[in-house]
């Protein structure tokens, strides 16, 4: 009887208690591990502290002959001062980041996964060879294409145009062949199951390989947003116009005028920071979990 | 199949079609967000692209001018300094390039057809332009760029510190770097040329007694005074007494301003910030002589219009430049005086340029007159570059200066070659 | 989990696939299904991707100064200028030298964190967070904060004001390249950014290890610690271990951003890529040498990728278990 298809693999979130912390322990003490981590996150949450006493200083502390570990009266009109900025449009780039990266996260995943699951899945004589071809992409630096892709996609009438930040950026080699290695281990019991239940490969793809699938799909979420958020260069030659830019070539408006105000550079720089935070708190449990399943692993 | 996953199935259809909508949808609704402007003016659109000025009030200043002009809806971009060029160049090699730009004169964009012929624009009022603006502008002949403004770069210095130091403004270049050394205390520097020192190199082979190219367009600049200039350079920079690794750059007087240095290389733009910071506790003078033989030397850097020969409205573009940098008198003086300071191109806005005609701004107008050096049209972006080397390799770096310079000469020639034959 | 996986780019997908026969006439023949599949992707590889690097391969035998539609053909011209260009040629070396330096460091740092991490009762989350954040962080970001603000050369500084409570000079960081210290701040750059993202890389392949494995070890007598570290847990990374590899060194060798932001104007310390911004795609616009520079370059890369697959035996992953 064609029953519901059984979830084997469950997305639950990454479990935070330690399976194995017994081993190891005749390295270092418990105490000694706390001590060695916190150093280390110390050091890795410097830039950060730097970032945020700077955002809210005056440049008059900031740039003071005695520094100051704290500001002696916390600028809180830095923010406002920085949406109010006539010249920099950066609430509107924030919004266009936001569209950028969501449409792109969306794009890439959809793609590169239909393309992933292909090329481990599904026979094909010369699958192999269409593999190399995605892969060897991975290895040719962006500068290579950088002139010509420009001068391609404005041909197409896409500067300045939410389908000339994307639609270029959404064939990633490398998050294919994350996707491949990531099926190749796909158990195949699953979905000969839901082939004999007639569903076909397509079928059997979107309601069983990516239902079970979502903590790898979390993962690759996480990291193609990122990615598509922190895009500078390309972003940087297709946005001609303020009211396209995204809030990396905003930021780096603020970085390289030709009246260096501090304050507002940073509070410009943690302000662009903050959704990647948020984002990056709330998908960070299915993270690991997702890498655990890829190839890339022992 | 079981009426559970039906449902399922069909949720997962719709989402995925809904999402697939909304994707379509928004990027078919943004498709016309290109920047170029609604249709309010009388037809022709056209697309000007200019670099960040950092004075307030710059950028309302050329959108306000582009408004007031009636015969085309002229659109602005304004691009950040650091990424000007890249922007600017890659835009020239599509169909979307600016239809008229700011940028300084360059022979190659000439020979690769990049800008267009100015002459008959200019041809009228040629005799009330500087005449060194228009020869860096003219290539057999033809004048490719109009001037809006010139940008004469030199010292700036605390009167109130050297005084204290004991300190006469320096007429040599070892006398600059005695200076330097004196002003240095512990936590004020005594000279500050930038971090990369490049805002000096066209100063140093001025100031050495040599010049960039002869009049044939060969190399000029590699002489004994100019190796004397950059070993000189080499030993101020290892003295201790320049401000580097400075969070700002040269063209910006905050380094001036918030009392690391006591003397900085900036440019008159400047001017205007300083006084306001400062008050008048602060002087000019030009970048000193370098050797006997030479002459102390100010660059009188700029900014110039030029027209995107391969645009779609080559000759409405002529039609606004000629409306505002030649005819609209008015707007060239404020665009020169009202926000930072420029000297104004045309003889007759300078005469009555108010603003430039006491204190520090007279005085710079008279180091640009009198040690004045212009662009020279046939170094090119690449030889820059190429100069730019000799100096991170002989002075940051310890490399003998000839060396150096051998090694720019290689690329400058290979440059040359492909421009002049 | 329930499943090992292996990264086996040698082991054919066809050969996995199972003996489904075309049921359903065209629709449900497998070649159909795989260009269903892969087709999307494929079209916008070949226009965004593929045409572009043939561009790329096409200028770089002509003569393309200001223009991307040269007709001057001057064939392997370009390549004899970039190859005889001892800039160049002096940043190919200088990056294999990097390479050597900064892949092994990055390595060491993401499994160490990852092992701390992974070893830890409580806050693990917290820490794993704090590691990671950095990755968040764009590369012009963290150049801005570590050239005005951490290794600025100035008295407000943060490293010049930490060494001056010890009376020690204030330091031009980026600018004097004697001594070397903008190996400091590239270096300190590129691990924040990176270590984290391939902390979390390990910290999985750590949790996929048999815990039986390491109940064995105990059985047969080895001590805890480095012993079943060298022997059990090292081995078992290998795949990941190499996998990482493989990135970091295709990282190195395409890096750009914060090196373009914190080194510009230098002659020391460029990255291929920057060399080649210099010289031709950026300001200088000649595009068939910079085209002909790219593709050394990516010659380069696949060599370098090829010979560490080789040492490391990428492929050959089921040799570890």
């Known amino acids: 009887m064609t029953s519901t298809i059984p979830k084997v693999r469950k997305s639950a979130p990454a479990s935070d208690t330690p399976s194995r912390v017994r081993r190891g322990n005749g390295v270092m003490s418990s105490t000694g591990l706390y001590i060695a981590t916190g150093v280390a996150a110390l050091l890795f949450l410097i830039p950060f502290y730097i970032l945020v006493r700077n955002a809210l200083s005056t440049d008059a502390e900031i740039t003071g002959e005695t520094w100051k570990f704290f500001p002696t009266d916390i600028q809180w009109g830095n923010i406002s001062e920085l949406f109010g900025d006539e010249t920099v449009p950066f609430a509107q780039s924030l919004w266009n980041s936001a569209v950028v990266a969501t449409l792109h996260t969306v794009g890439v995943l959809l793609v590169c996964s239909l393309a992933g699951y292909g090329l481990a899945r599904i026979p094909y004589k010369h699958a192999n060879k269409v593999f190399y071809a995605v892969l060897g992409t991975l290895m040719v630096p962006t500068a290579v294409t950088f002139v010509p892709s420009f001068v391609l996609v ?3 009438g896409w500067v300045d145009t939410y389908r000339g930040l994307i639609i270029p950026g959404l064939f990633s080699g490398f998050t294919c062949f994350l996707f491949r290695q990531y099926f190749l281990g796909f158990p195949k019991e699953l979905e000969e199951a839901a082939r004999m239940d007639g569903l076909g490969y397509w079928g059997a793809y979107w309601r069983v390989v990516v239902p079970n699938s979502l903590n790898f799909f979390a993962a690759m979420a996480t990291i193609t947003f990122i990615a598509g958020w922190n895009a500078f260069l390309w972003p940087l030659v297709i946005g001609q116009d303020p009211s396209s830019w995204t809030v990396q070539v905003a930021l780096s408006s603020y970085m390289t005028n030709q009246t260096v105000v501090f304050h507002m550079i940073f509070m410009a720089t943690a302000v662009s920071i903050l959704p990647l935070v948020f984002v990056f708190l709330f998908l960070q449990r299915w993270l690991v979990q997702g890498i655990a399943q890829t190839g890339i692993k022992g | 199949m079981s009426a559970l996953s039906n449902r399922n199935f069909d949720r997962r259809t719709a989402l995925r079609a809904a999402l697939g909508l909304a994707a379509a949808g928004g990027l078919a609704a943004c498709g ?21 000025y950092g004075e307030a009030g710059t950028e309302q200043a050329i959108k306000r001018y582009a408004k007031a002009y009636k015969e085309a809806n002229v659109t602005t971009q304004w691009i950040t300094s650091a990424d000007f060029e890249s922007k600017l160049f890659s835009a020239l090699l599509t169909d979307n390039a600016p239809d008229l730009f700011e940028f300084h004169p360059q022979i190659q964009m000439v020979k690769s057809g990049q800008v267009a012929d100015l002459t008959d624009i200019i041809d009228p009022v040629k005799d009330d332009f500087n005449p060194a603006d228009i020869k860096s502008h003219t290539v057999d002949g033809k004048i490719y760029g109009v001037r809006m403004i010139d940008d004469p ?10 005084e204290k130091a004991k300190v006469d403004v320096p007429t040599t270049f070892d006398e600059l770097m005695e200076a330097a050394d004196k002003l240095t205390t512990g936590k004020v520097k005594g000279l500050y040329m930038g971090n990369d020192l490049h805002s000096v190199n066209d100063t140093l082979i001025w100031s050495s007694g040599a010049q960039h190219l002869d009049e044939k367009n060969q190399i000029a600049y590699h002489t004994d005074g100019v190796v004397e200039g950059l070993k000189k350079m080499r030993t101020l920079f290892t003295s201790g007494n320049l401000l580097l690794g400075a969070p700002t750059e040269s063209w910006d007087p905050s380094s001036f301003n918030q009392g690391l240095c006591a003397i900085q290389f900036c440019g008159m733009w400047a001017m205007p910030a300083i006084q306001d910071a ?5 002087g000019v003078f030009p970048f000193p002589k370098v050797t006997d033989s030479g002459k102390a030397s100010v660059y009188n850097g700029g900014w110039s219009m030029f027209v995107n020969a391969k645009g779609k409205n080559v000759d409405a573009a002529k039609e606004y430049v000629k409306w505002l940098w030649i005819d609209q008198k008015e707007y060239q003086e404020d665009w020169a005086t009202s926000y930072g300071f420029h000297i104004p191109p045309r003889t007759s806005i300078a005469e009555t340029a108010t603003k430039l005609k006491s204190g520090n701004a007279a005085e710079g107008v008279r180091l640009f007159n009198e040690f004045g050096h212009f662009d020279n049209i046939g170094w090119t972006q690449a030889m820059r570059t190429a100069f730019e080397d000799v100096f991170a390799n002989s002075v940051r770096k310890n490399m003998d200066p000839e060396k150096a310079l051998d090694r720019c000469d290689t690329a400058v020639n290979r440059e040359l070659k492909k421009l002049f034959g | 989990m329930s499943t090992t996986t292996k990264l086996d780019l040698a082991s054919p997908a066809t050969a996995k696939a199972s003996s489904a026969k075309p049921r359903r006439g065209l629709r449900g023949s497998p070649t159909f299904t795989f260009w269903l599949f892969t087709g999307p992707f494929l079209i916008g590889l070949a226009i965004f991707v593929y045409a572009p690097i043939l561009w790329s391969l096409w200028l770089s035998f002509f003569e393309a100064r200001f223009t991307v539609t040269p007709d001057k053909f001057v064939g392997f011209d370009n390549y004899t200028y970039m190859l005889t260009n001892d800039d160049f040629v002096g940043s190919l070396g200088t990056f294999t030298v990097f390479a050597a330096f900064i892949v092994p460091t990055t390595w060491a740092l993401s499994l160490g964190l990852a092992l701390l991490v992974n070893r830890m009762r409580f806050m693990r989350a917290f820490f794993r967070s704090v590691f990671f954040l950095p990755t968040a962080v764009s590369y012009v970001a963290a150049s801005l904060i570590w050239k005005m603000s951490i290794f600025s050369g100035v ?7 930490v060494l001056g409570w010890f009376g020690v000079e204030n330091i031009a960081w980026l600018i004097d390249p004697n001594p070397p210290w903008y190996w400091l701040v590239i270096v300190t750059a590129r691990l924040w950014l990176q270590s984290g993202f391939y902390m979390i890389l390990f910290i999985a392949a750590l949790q996929n290890i048999p815990e039986e494995l390491y109940e064995a070890a105990a059985i047969d007598g080895a001590k805890s ?4 570290f ?4 090292l081995p078992q990374l290998r795949a990941t271990s190499t996998a990482v590899i493989l990135l970091l060194l295709v990282a190195a060798y395409q890096a750009f951003d914060e090196f373009f932001n914190l080194l510009s104007k230098t002659t020391w310390g460029r990255p291929p890529l920057m060399e080649l911004y210099y010289k031709a795609l950026g300001e200088s616009q000649d595009y068939g040498a910079g085209s002909a520079g790219a593709l050394i370059l990516t010659v380069l890369i696949c ?10 035996g990428f492929g050959r992953g089921d040799e570890s278990k």
């Open chain 2, 32 to 52: 016309g967000n290109n920047g170029r402007g609604g249709g309010s003016g009388s037809g022709t659109n056209l697309v000007q692209m200019f670099h960040a």
């Open chain 2, 278 to 282: 400062l008050g008048d506790d602060w």
């Open chain 3, 225 to 228: 610690g480095w012993q079943t």
């Open chain 3, 303 to 312: 060599a370098v990728t090829l010979l560490q697959g080789k040492i490391m």
């Open chain 3, 230 to 233: 060298w022997h059990i847990t």
């Open chain 3, 155 to 161: 008295r407000f500084g943060l490293m010049n004001t």
């Open chain 2, 153 to 162: 770069q030199f010292f700036f210095y605390r009167k109130s510190m050297l």
């Open chain 1, 154 to 156: 404005s041909s197409l």
